[in-house]
Nanobody, 123 residues
Framework: VQLQASGGGLVQAGGSLRLSCAASGRTFSIYAMGWFRQAPGKEREFVAAIDWRGGSTTYSDSVKGRFTISRDNAKNTVALQMNSLKVEDTAVYHC?????????????????WGQGTQVTVSS
């Protein structure tokens, strides 16, 4: 599975951004897609994931209520709508695909990764 992310940028605190990720290749093997982020000097952390078949979603506590993950199976895309952005949301955001039915939220549980897209939130 190949993943192509887009939509990052610079926004003021309180603003919104929408990230998108397009999947290609063996998309039939996808069980879930997710977003992770990595700030300088920090480990990559889970943001959100969505089950590719059933549509159930999972969020980290830090973004719950502010971010919304959605999917379009027909287009093989997943989006992350980010509202009420905070300075601490600044990071490189990566989309990822999980090809196993086991529900995990760790980076090791996702086998395919797109290139990162920078999100910078200014105060």
């Amino acid at each position: 599975v190949q993943l192509q992310a887009s939509g990052g940028g610079l926004v003021q605190a309180g603003g919104s951004l929408r990230l998108s990720c397009a999947a290609s290749g063996r998309t039939f093997s996808i069980y879930a897609m997710g977003w992770f982020r990595q700030a300088p000097g920090k480990e990559r952390e889970f943001v959100a994931a969505i089950d590719w078949r059933g549509g159930s979603t999972t969020y980290s506590d830090s973004v719950k209520g502010r971010f919304t993950i959605s999917r379009d199976n027909a287009k093989n895309t997943v989006a992350l709508q980010m509202n009420s952005l905070k300075v601490e949301d600044t990071a490189v955001y990566h989309c990822a695909a999980r090809s196993t039915p086991v529900v995990v939220t760790t980076p090791k549980g996702f086998s395919s990764w797109g290139q990162g897209t920078q999100v910078t939130v200014s105060s």
